[in-house]
């Protein structure tokens, strides 16, 4: 079992910054692969990033350039910097992880930019 808490997500202005933060307690040793995925009200949930323990990155096309994410192995932490921000990166922002068949979500946290 592996619990996801989300912080940082609020408010901004288009253009802005963000920068969200997931912590994983529990069999954290377990995990490979964190990500970090959006739901927008009335659209499915979507990919944003991904990193590996090795550091390994993949980015959704629409936030290439924009977004970073990171990793603090050693605090089993995932972090998501999200720059010039746009109305359009509103959404419920979720961190997950999983293996095998376990797939595993934190509670989300509300990201929404202003036009």
């Known amino acids: 079992q592996v619990q996801l808490v989300e912080s940082g997500g609020g408010l901004v202005q288009a253009g802005g910054s963000l920068i969200l933060s997931c912590v994983a307690s529990?069999?954290?040793?377990?995990?490979?692969?964190l990500g970090w995925y959006r739901q927008a009200p009335g659209k499915q949930r979507e990919l944003v990033a991904t990193i590996t323990r090795g550091g390994s990155t993949n980015y959704a096309d629409s936030v290439k350039g924009r977004f970073t994410i990171s990793r603090d192995n050693a605090k089993n932490t995932v972090y998501l910097q999200m720059n010039s921000l746009k109305p359009e990166d509103t959404a419920v922002y979720y961190c997950?992880?999983?293996?095998?068949?376990?797939?595993?979500w934190g509670q989300g946290t509300q990201v929404t930019v202003s036009s």
């Open positions: 529990g069999s954290s040793f377990r995990i490979n692969v």
């Open positions: 997950s992880t999983g293996w095998g068949i376990d797939v595993y």
